[in-house]
């Protein structure tokens, strides 16, 4: 069974302090691990996809990293404008998206 | 930039009561999506549809779910017999391949 865990499942961090979340998966055949953001109330927004070990993808603070176990999205000193929950989620090949729990991120000031 | 619409935006209905979750993919998307989030735990596929048909459902979507594309536009969630459980945010998703879903920003619905 396709496996999603996050961690941590909650990190606080003050403006500038640079740090990662962790995204480990089980997934027979992997077609795709995503990032996504999500704020309170509202539906995901689409921040990177990965599709194979050793890629990475940078925006603006973020950068997202791909192994064949895990995925990391590094953020490069947060502003209080990145708190939100980043969900990561894996599809297989022919199957949908299996999303973790999320991590909440909270940037204080 | 291209948008998935969902209405309403917050639903609070009777159990027992049916209810249509509306949504409007982006124009030249062809697959769609629900989801649904619990409050507090994972998003969870329910169903997938592509070309007119259901293309895969999850465990969660038994006989009280149905979607349909009425009108080549929307995209809808009809739950028949809401129970308590029933409450969650509800999200359509959409994409024009298989991977890269833009999600819409979700229906609460409330089941009292």
């Known amino acids: 069974e396709d496996q999603v865990t996050q961690s941590p499942e909650a990190l606080r961090l003050q403006e500038g302090e640079s740090s990662s979340l962790n995204c480990s998966y089980t997934v027979s055949g992997l077609r795709g691990l995503f990032w996504y953001r999500q704020d309170p109330g509202k539906g995901p927004e689409f921040l990177f996809t990965l599709y194979s070990a050793g890629e990475e993808k940078e925006k603006e603070r973020l950068k997202a990293t791909l192994t064949k176990k895990e995925s990391f999205l590094h953020i490069t000193a947060p502003k209080p404008e990145d708190s939100a929950t980043y969900l990561c989620?894996?599809?297989?090949?022919?199957?949908?998206?299996?999303f973790g729990p999320g991590t909440r991120l909270s940037v204080l000031p | 930039e291209p948008e998935v619409t969902q209405t309403p935006s917050h639903q609070v209905t009777q159990m027992g009561q049916e209810v249509i979750l509306r949504c409007v993919p982006i124009s030249n998307h062809l697959y769609f999506y629900w989801y649904r989030q619990i409050l507090g735990q994972k998003v969870e596929f329910l169903v997938s549809f592509y070309n007119n048909e259901i293309s895969e459902k999850s465990e969660i979507f038994d006989d009280q779910f149905s979607v349909e594309r009425p009108d080549g536009s929307n995209f809808t969630l009809k739950i028949r017999s809401t129970k308590l459980e029933d409450s969650a945010m509800y999200f359509c998703a959409s994409a024009v391949g298989t991977s890269g879903y833009t999600f819409g920003s979700g229906t609460r619905l409330t089941v009292v």
């Open positions: 989620a894996v599809q297989a090949y022919g199957q949908n998206f299996v």
